[in-house]
């Protein structure tokens, strides 16, 4: 509940959270679901994932691992497939996937280290590992491993360096894309050749008709 309160500035009480936030429900319903699961009980366990995921619009494996004080805000769209791992403190917007490629036997689906953010929309696909402290952004698409203390943008997932500095979890928007940046600087470069060209042809041009 005190996760939820931090990281929603949106709630109002407690009593909002625990009663109206489908991020809440779907997680204590996943504590339920996994007792059953982890007590050879599948059938009770799927049946109380599923009523769950029919209320909330979050689908979560009862055999999915989940740690302490993890958040999701909004949560509709969101699927967490049976050998995802999610560590502490970790952050979740809606739409995310944390699924599998389809290839993969046994452990098939990502670890999640504490205090990871996974921005609206976003794909994290297959066993891999997502470090401590890591921001994936809205839309992106991670298939590797992630060192921690970074961020992740694009589709497939580029990693940039933060200089082991985390980042607020609530901002999804002003995030480095080292490719557009590259884009941009080189379309600013282009420009200052065309007028340094334009300038050059003037002057030669000046040079001609003084000659003649």
């Not at 098939?108 to 609206?120: D, E, I, N």
Request: proline share 5%.
């Amino acid at each position: 509940m005190r996760s939820f309160i931090e990281h929603d500035p949106a709630t109002n009480n407690p009593l909002e959270v625990v009663l109206l936030y489908p991020g809440f429900k779907a997680l204590r319903s996943h504590r339920r679901a996994n007792w059953f699961f982890r007590h050879n009980m599948k059938f009770f366990a799927r049946w109380i994932s599923q009523h769950s995921a029919h209320k909330t619009g979050i689908e979560i494996h009862p055999g999915a691992t989940i740690g302490r004080r993890v958040c999701i805000d909004h949560g509709h769209g969101i699927v967490i497939g049976e050998t995802a791992e999610i560590g502490d403190d970790c952050m979740i917007y809606q739409g995310v996937t944390l699924g599998g490629t389809g290839k993969d036997t046994g452990k098939r689906h990502p670890t999640l280290m504490r205090g990871v953010m996974v921005g609206a929309g976003a794909k994290v696909l297959g066993p891999i590992t997502i470090g401590e402290n890591v921001k994936v952004a809205a839309g992106a698409v991670v298939v590797k491993d992630v060192e921690p203390n970074s961020t992740v943008v694009g589709v497939p997932g580029r990693v940039v360096r933060l200089d082991g500095q985390r980042v607020d979890d609530l901002d999804q928007v002003t995030m480095p894309d080292p490719l557009m940046d590259a884009i941009t600087n080189n379309s600013k470069l282009i420009d200052e050749l065309k007028e340094e060209i334009t300038k050059l042809e003037a002057k030669k041009s000046e040079n001609i008709e003084y000659f003649i």
